[in-house]
């Protein structure tokens, strides 16, 4: 962290680039799969860009971020919504992994 994080800011932007440098994914408006929900799984990002067949491209997106009911392991990978790669470092191909730590943000 390059500064506190209780150090006044005015946008989030500004948050962000006290604390560290971490890569922030806006939406691409390619879809509107921005969060989905049911009682099993927090769902973030996902699906194909409108515009786009799901048979043209089977592999290439997939959920940004799901984590289970209890918030302890999730997935992670190619997101068209926010253009995001998978984002966890030790499972690329979306394999589970376990949350130590979770933030949110919102603007």
Same mark, same amino acid.
């Given at each position: 962290?390059?500064?506190?994080?209780?150090?006044?800011?005015?946008?989030?932007?500004?948050?962000?680039?006290?604390?560290?440098?971490? =890569?922030? +994914?806006?939406?691409?408006?390619? !879809?509107?799969?921005?969060?989905? /929900?049911?009682?099993?799984?927090? @769902?973030?990002?996902?699906?194909?860009?409108?515009?786009?067949?799901?048979?043209?491209?089977?592999?290439?997106?997939?959920?940004?971020?799901?984590?289970?009911? =209890?918030? +302890?392991?999730?997935?992670?990978? !190619?997101?068209?919504?926010?253009? /995001?790669?998978?984002?966890?470092? @030790?499972?690329?191909?979306?394999?589970?992994?376990?949350?130590?730590?979770?933030?949110?943000?919102?603007?």
């Amino acid at each position: 962290m390059k500064k506190s994080r209780y150090t006044p800011t005015s946008s989030i932007e500004e948050q962000i680039e006290l604390e560290s440098d971490i =890569d922030v +994914y806006k939406w691409s408006q390619e !879809n509107r799969n921005i969060q989905m /929900s049911d009682d099993s799984k927090l @769902v973030i990002g996902g699906g194909f860009p409108d515009d786009e067949n799901e048979d043209e491209h089977p592999n290439k997106w997939g959920l940004g971020i799901v984590l289970g009911k =209890d918030l +302890y392991e999730g997935t992670s990978s !190619n997101c068209v919504t926010f253009q /995001s790669p998978c984002l966890a470092q @030790v499972s690329p191909k979306g394999e589970v992994f376990e949350v130590a730590n979770m933030e949110v943000w919102v603007s």
